[in-house]
């Protein structure tokens, strides 16, 4: 190579050795210092409606701990017996010791600029036994009501989820929990106990946490609790199941729980919504689904069915008071259950808001249906994937079930608009996961994340008119995700699992929305981080 073309690689590589050394001393300076992560395309709170709201979200059992003051649940019996299907065998015994430190996540909440805090109440922690009958424990009560007042003092709004996966042993024992239709009376009654408690403060109800994710984790794949599906001998152990059948107790699960949150809901507006002001809804989970082949009708209609399996099994119901049509034509009427008229009258319209979980999105291709296999999990005919033609339908993040496509969000919630008459709607859920986090406090990809998605939120809401009112983060915390254990992480605020201690910083994640939440005269990340 001639000498001054030696001098200009030099010359390159040099400078191209600079840039790495600033982008790598940019990162440095914004994990470390109290800057704000700066924000992009003009988007910020004044983005959104004035009376909009933006909120965090957490689970009882993911974060509060304190597993000895309370009634066992089925995920506690299920990690005791099964702890080598949580990753590092890890449990939620103490997890991040919420329910000694809510006062600390409060003020962080606060501290941040967020308006809500979506959090559940554990049904055994109030009602150890799963029934009034089994007695009300006071200790509970009390728990529930200084966190409900703590967050009032500080300006948050509590949105209380009443179930969120964590069933009482004992009715699990007794009768199979959701199983049996005898779960609708025992749930209807918790559910009225929590009103009757907390109602006067809470203003927001969410009856159930992703009916979906319960309904085909337990009972069509059978890895969460109580571990129940068709499969008894292929695959490794956490992919059997000693009992249960995928092709018919997943319909009949969807079923008793659409029935104890209509029955609920019935409750809270004949004896406590005039008085209280509240509001109630539900909160579904779903994917967006793009055809494989946008050109092929029958790839448009596959993307369709893969909607109606997963968001349809229970919007159609609660939106008109039956199943969605072609989940009627694809799945034997021996196994879908079907609503009588006075059920059918009580769930439809059962819902002040809906409360939307959305994280990820899959291409959807139909395929020829299989009539020997009788299981919810092939019933609608559709192949899905994450990669066409060799790409992914977006960056993978630290799960390899999250894929990330902004788009799929702006594309569902104009598909509830359409399709469900404009219903109102929270965003009960939106967020994105690294893995082992502790020692990672820049996580560069859930800022982007949680700016792209807002940017389609605010294109929905603009040019659509889509009635959405909030918008809440998962999660507020780094906390125990289910079978990933600690090993998977969502939150703003880190955790320090790694050595029990549990102290919580901000990560990149938390400054970047306490510089997006930004009023007037308000504190910023700065001065809780």
Same mark, same amino acid.
């Given at each position: 190579?001639? !000498?001054?073309?030696?001098?200009?690689?030099?010359?390159?590589?040099?400078?191209?050795?600079?840039?790495?050394?600033?982008?790598?001393?940019?990162?440095?300076?914004?994990?470390?210092?109290?800057?704000?992560?700066? @924000?992009?395309?003009?988007?910020?709170?004044?983005?959104?409606?004035?009376?909009?709201?933006?909120?965090?979200?957490?689970?009882?059992?993911?974060?509060?701990?304190?597993?000895? @003051?309370?009634?066992?649940?089925?995920?506690?019996?299920?990690?005791?017996?099964?702890?080598?299907?949580?990753?590092? !065998?890890?449990?939620?015994?103490?997890?991040?010791?919420?329910?000694?430190?809510?006062?600390?996540?409060?003020?962080? @909440?606060?501290?941040?600029?967020?308006?809500?805090?979506?959090?559940?109440i554990s049904w055994t922690r109030i009602l150890p036994t799963g029934r009034i009958s089994g007695g009300i424990s006071a200790r509970g009560v009390r728990y529930y009501s200084a966190l409900i007042d703590d967050l009032i *003092?500080?300006?948050?709004?509590?949105?209380?989820?009443?179930?969120?996966?964590?069933?009482?042993?004992?009715?699990?024992?007794?009768?199979?929990?959701?199983?049996?239709?005898?779960?609708?009376?025992?749930?209807?009654?918790?559910?009225?106990?929590?009103?009757?408690?907390?109602?006067?403060?809470?203003?927001?109800?969410?009856?159930?946490?992703?009916?979906?994710?319960?309904?085909?984790?337990?009972?069509?794949?059978?890895?969460?609790?109580?571990?129940?599906?068709?499969?008894?001998?292929?695959? *490794?152990?956490?992919?059997?199941?000693?009992?249960? #059948?995928?092709?018919?107790?997943?319909?009949?699960?969807?079923?008793?729980?659409?029935?104890?949150?209509?029955?609920?809901?019935?409750?809270?507006?004949?004896?406590?919504?005039?008085?209280?002001?509240?509001?109630?809804?539900?909160?579904?989970?779903?994917?967006?689904?793009?055809?494989?082949?946008?050109?092929?009708?029958?790839?448009?209609?596959?993307?369709?069915?893969?909607?109606?399996?997963?968001?349809?099994?229970?919007?159609?119901? @609660?939106?008109?008071?039956?199943?969605?049509?072609?989940?009627?034509?694809?799945?034997?009427?021996?196994?879908?259950?079907?609503?009588?008229?006075?059920?059918?009258?009580?769930?439809?319209?059962?819902?002040?808001?809906?409360?939307?979980?959305?994280?990820?999105?899959?291409?959807?291709?139909?395929?020829?249906?299989?009539?020997?296999?009788?299981?919810?999990?092939?019933?609608?005919?559709?192949?899905?994937?994450?990669?066409?033609?060799?790409?992914?339908?977006?960056?993978?993040?630290?799960?390899?079930?999250?894929?990330?496509?902004?788009?799929?969000?702006? +594309?569902?919630?104009? !598909?509830?608009?359409?399709?469900?008459?404009?219903?109102?709607?929270?965003?009960?859920?939106?967020?994105?996961?690294? !893995?082992?986090?502790?020692?990672?406090?820049?996580?560069?990809?859930?800022?982007?994340?949680?700016?792209?998605?807002?940017?389609?939120?605010?294109?929905?809401?603009?040019?659509?008119?889509? +009635?959405?009112?909030?918008?809440?983060?998962?999660?507020?915390?780094?906390?125990?995700?289910?079978?990933?254990?600690?090993?998977?992480?969502?939150?703003?605020?880190?955790? #320090?699992?790694?050595?029990?201690?549990?102290?919580? *910083?901000?990560?990149?994640?938390?400054?970047?929305?306490?510089?997006?939440?930004?009023?007037?005269? *308000?504190?910023?990340?700065?001065?809780?981080?």
């Amino acid at each position: 190579m001639p !000498h001054n073309q030696k001098q200009q690689a030099m010359a390159l590589k040099y400078k191209l050795i600079l840039a790495h050394l600033f982008l790598f001393a940019f990162i440095i300076s914004v994990s470390h210092c109290d800057e704000n992560v700066p @924000l992009v395309n003009g988007l910020n709170r004044s983005s959104f409606p004035s009376h909009f709201v933006f909120g965090a979200a957490t689970s009882a059992y993911q974060i509060e701990g304190a597993s000895n @003051l309370r009634g066992k649940n089925i995920w506690d019996v299920f990690v005791s017996k099964h702890q080598d299907r949580i990753s590092n !065998h890890s449990d939620a015994f103490v997890a991040a010791d919420s329910y000694h430190r809510y006062k600390e996540d409060v003020s962080l @909440l606060s501290g941040l600029g967020f308006d809500a805090y979506r959090f559940s109440i554990s049904w055994t922690r109030i009602l150890p036994t799963g029934r009034i009958s089994g007695g009300i424990s006071a200790r509970g009560v009390r728990y529930y009501s200084a966190l409900i007042d703590d967050l009032i *003092s500080k300006g948050i709004q509590p949105f209380v989820t009443i179930f969120h996966f964590d069933l009482p042993q004992k009715l699990e024992e007794e009768y199979k929990g959701f199983l049996s239709q005898k779960i609708v009376e025992d749930y209807a009654n918790y559910a009225e106990l929590c009103f009757r408690l907390f109602g006067n403060k809470v203003k927001h109800w969410i009856t159930l946490n992703e009916p979906w994710t319960y309904t085909t984790m337990g009972y069509a794949f059978g890895k969460f609790p109580p571990n129940r599906c068709s499969n008894r001998e292929f695959g *490794s152990p956490d992919t059997r199941c000693l009992y249960g #059948n995928s092709g018919t107790e997943p319909y009949v699960v969807a079923h008793h729980l659409l029935l104890a949150h209509a029955a609920a809901v019935k409750i809270y507006r004949e004896k406590y919504q005039k008085i209280q002001g509240g509001q109630i809804g539900i909160s579904l989970v779903t994917q967006w689904f793009e055809p494989y082949d946008p050109n092929s009708q029958t790839d448009v209609d596959a993307a369709n069915r893969s909607l109606d399996f997963m968001f349809g099994l229970y919007m159609d119901p @609660l939106f008109r008071g039956a199943y969605p049509t072609e989940m009627v034509k694809y799945v034997d009427k021996e196994r879908l259950p079907t609503f009588k008229p006075q059920e059918a009258a009580m769930v439809k319209g059962s819902y002040d808001f809906i409360g939307l979980n959305y994280y990820t999105a899959q291409y959807s291709q139909d395929i020829p249906c299989d009539k020997s296999q009788k299981n919810y999990l092939t019933d609608s005919c559709v192949s899905l994937t994450y990669t066409k033609d060799g790409k992914p339908i977006g960056l993978q993040s630290g799960a390899g079930w999250l894929y990330i496509y902004p788009k799929g969000f702006y +594309k569902i919630l104009v !598909h509830i608009k359409e399709k469900y008459n404009n219903p109102l709607i929270y965003v009960t859920e939106n967020g994105v996961c690294g !893995h082992n986090e502790w020692d990672k406090p820049f996580d560069l990809q859930r800022v982007n994340y949680h700016q792209k998605h807002l940017t389609e939120l605010r294109r929905a809401i603009n040019d659509k008119k889509v +009635k959405v009112k909030g918008y809440f983060v998962w999660s507020l915390m780094d906390n125990f995700e289910w079978l990933d254990g600690y090993f998977l992480n969502f939150g703003l605020i880190r955790v #320090n699992y790694g050595n029990k201690s549990l102290k919580r *910083s901000c990560k990149a994640s938390a400054r970047w929305f306490s510089n997006f939440l930004q009023k007037s005269g *308000s504190p910023n990340a700065a001065n809780v981080c």
